[in-house]
């Protein structure tokens, strides 16, 4: 297994920001995807977008996958 898929494990069902890679970004289109990252294989992932659907997205058109951090003690608690 390398280092790569123990990151992805760890985020499983947490909020991502996956970028587009340059190439992949057109007149119009957005830069990046926002949802909770529900799986990961050798050749993409896949994210639960807000609305419910789910998005697959290889890593050929990746750039960078920002991880939000997980909401503290305190912020689960309140629910802020």
Not at 20 to 26: E, H, N, R, S
Not at 30 to 43: A, V
Request: hydrophobic letters at 35%; glycine letters at 8%; aromatic letters at 8%.
């Amino acid at each position: 297994m390398m280092v790569e898929d123990d990151i992805l494990e760890e985020c499983l069902d947490r909020e991502v920001l996956v970028h587009y890679a340059p190439t992949m970004i057109g007149a119009g289109t957005s830069t990046c995807e926002e949802g909770k990252l529900q799986l990961y294989s050798h050749s993409g992932v896949l994210l639960e977008q807000e609305d419910g659907l789910t998005a697959y997205i290889p890593y050929s058109s990746i750039r960078m996958i920002q991880i939000k951090p997980k909401p503290s003690f305190w912020q689960r608690l309140t629910g802020s």
